[in-house]
């Protein structure tokens, strides 16, 4: 007698034992308190250490992308505004900041991570609330680096000279730093403390969405006792940011932003002497081959792209799998895409917020729409979403063509378009098939084929057997249209130092 073993109709268990949306834990909901933080209805300009309405006044609302709910007004700056915080940071580092010694800059700064740690709990509630992203990822990943980078920054005030031997470093003077919203305070980070170490002044512009953890660091900038100016923080729309990258007194630009935004000012300041560095946009592969351990890789592929709602540069949204393993690794990431809890960002059981905005969800879901249209295989959980705030269901296209508009352009959003490979030449020529180049990712056992992957990349920062890991002490920054200039690490303090001088030694 002949035995046919009868066909697998449900796919395999993951790692832990759950088939698809198969779920035996039920969640009680666990919100994070938010009776401790203080909102305040309106936020002023923070110009030389004061809160000042706008000239003329005038505000707009901000609002909780999950509620919908406005949260607090802020001022809309003027031409006149951008004017006034330029010159408060004039006036600030020729009197007080470029004259301190760089031990009194550092503490300072020691001081900035310290009340951030103390204060971390309020800080990432007020993140979440403002721009989406779940609680567990506001407390345990970015308020922790934003504490880091000022730790780490601190440590390089003092040591300038060693840092660049035989150059004579000196501070650039004002520096205009335009934010967005994706990482609201990790931004104001990456820019401030690099910028303040090396002795410059910042006007800040936070995106219009999410400016109330660069407020409620303006607090801390008081609490520090910073000298009045050191630090300015205005808000207003796309125009205001233009206004203050090409203020005739600023000397330096930093932008992190869309590539579109990132050629505008580029153009913008094009034969002036303003330094520039711009952080722009990504699309990121992420390369499994099949000797790759799976189950570690698949969670490197959801923390890659559903981090953060996938509203990250650097999020690996195209995912290349080698032919071989095509089908089981399918099949692990449709169970554990189904595991996923989409919801209330303050909850600490979500792992997937709110997408920052109407205008930012409407993006997805158009471009969701062309991946459909243009025939690729649609795969979403069967979640259910809250009825208000701007949510959207992770999502996964197979049958992705490297011409479709999902495997081409930024989606910024929880949506991955996957496609195969079966050789390492055919991986490294598609995932170099894009004009970004800001990061990658190589899931395998061979040291020596990641190498020669990290090699190939066109990319500037490549991850192997891991994703999305950052540190204050690696360079951060793109290729091609995701950018120029580095973030973090040693390179990220030159990029505000005009090392031309030479001291003769
Ligand atoms: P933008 O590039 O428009 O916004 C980023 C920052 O630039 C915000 O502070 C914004 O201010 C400001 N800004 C807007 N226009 C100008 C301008 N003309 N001159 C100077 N500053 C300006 O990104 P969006 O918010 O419009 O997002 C659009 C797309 O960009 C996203 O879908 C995503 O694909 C990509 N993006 C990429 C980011 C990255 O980190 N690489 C970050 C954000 C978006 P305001 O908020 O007031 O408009």
């Known amino acids: 007698m002949t035995l046919t073993k009868k066909p697998e109709t449900r796919p395999a268990p993951n790692s832990w034992g759950l088939v698809g949306g198969d779920n035996p834990f039920d969640y009680a909901p666990a919100p994070e308190a938010t009776d401790h933080v203080r909102i305040e209805p309106e936020y002023g300009l923070f110009i030389g250490n004061e809160f000042v309405p706008a000239k003329p006044k005038k ?11 406005p949260l607090a007004k802020v001022a809309h700056a003027s031409k006149a505004d951008v004017d006034r915080a330029v010159k408060a940071a004039r006036e600030a580092h020729r009197t007080s900041w470029s004259k301190l010694p760089g031990r009194e800059r550092a503490k300072y700064l020691y001081r900035i991570a310290r009340i951030l740690q103390e204060r971390s709990r309020e800080f990432a509630v007020v993140e979440s609330m403002n721009s989406g992203k779940p609680i567990k990822e506001s407390r345990d990943v970015d308020v922790p680096l934003v504490a880091a980078h000022f730790f780490y920054y601190a440590g390089w005030a003092d040591k300038l000279d060693y840092a660049y031997p035989n150059r004579e470093p000196r501070s650039l003077g004002v520096a205009a730093q335009v934010i967005p919203w994706n990482f609201p305070l990790l931004m104001l980070a990456w820019k401030i403390a690099p910028a303040l170490a090396a002795g410059n002044t910042v006007v800040l512009k936070p995106a219009s969405t999410t400016p109330l953890t660069a407020y409620l660091f303006a607090d801390v900038v008081r609490q520090a006792d910073l000298p009045p100016g050191v630090v300015n923080i205005i808000t207003g729309p796309g125009e205001i940011g233009m206004e203050l990258v090409t203020h005739p007194d600023v000397n330096k630009v930093a932008f992190t932003g869309s590539t579109a935004v990132g050629k505008m000012i580029a153009r913008a300041v094009a034969g002036s002497d303003k330094k520039l560095t711009l952080e722009l946009g990504g699309k990121a592969a992420n390369i499994v081959f099949d000797d790759a351990p799976l189950d570690q890789a698949i969670e490197g592929i959801i923390n890659g792209i559903y981090f953060n709602q996938g509203e990250v540069c650097c999020a690996g949204s195209r995912l290349f799998v080698q032919e071989s393993v095509y089908e089981p690794l399918i099949d692990k990431l449709k169970n554990r895409l189904s595991t996923l809890r989409v919801g209330d960002p303050l909850d600490k059981n979500t792992d997937v917020g709110a997408i920052n905005s109407a205008g930012q969800l409407a993006k997805v ?10 025939g690729a295989e649609i795969f979403q959980p069967d979640c259910e979403l809250p009825t208000r705030g701007f949510f959207f269901r992770p999502t996964l296209f197979t049958g992705v063509s490297q011409s479709h508009r999902i495997a081409q352009e930024e989606i910024f959003g929880p949506v991955l378009s996957v496609l195969t490979f079966r050789t390492p030449e055919e991986a490294i020529e598609k995932a170099n098939n894009t004009p970004y180049g800001l990061s990658a990712g190589v899931w395998t056992e061979k040291g020596s084929r990641i190498f020669k992957m990290v090699n190939a990349m066109r990319a500037g920062v490549v991850w192997a057997n891991t994703f999305n890991r950052f540190d204050p002490t690696s360079p951060f920054g793109g290729y091609k249209e995701s950018g120029y200039g580095r973030e973090g690490g040693i390179h990220g303090l030159g990029a505000y ?9």
């Open 365 to 374: 879901q158009e471009l969701v729409d062309s991946g459909v249209a243009e």
């Open 497 to 505: 130092l005009d090392l031309s001088g030479s001291n003769g030694r």
């Open 59 to 69: 505000t707009f609302t901000v609002i909780n992308p999950a509620t919908e709910e």
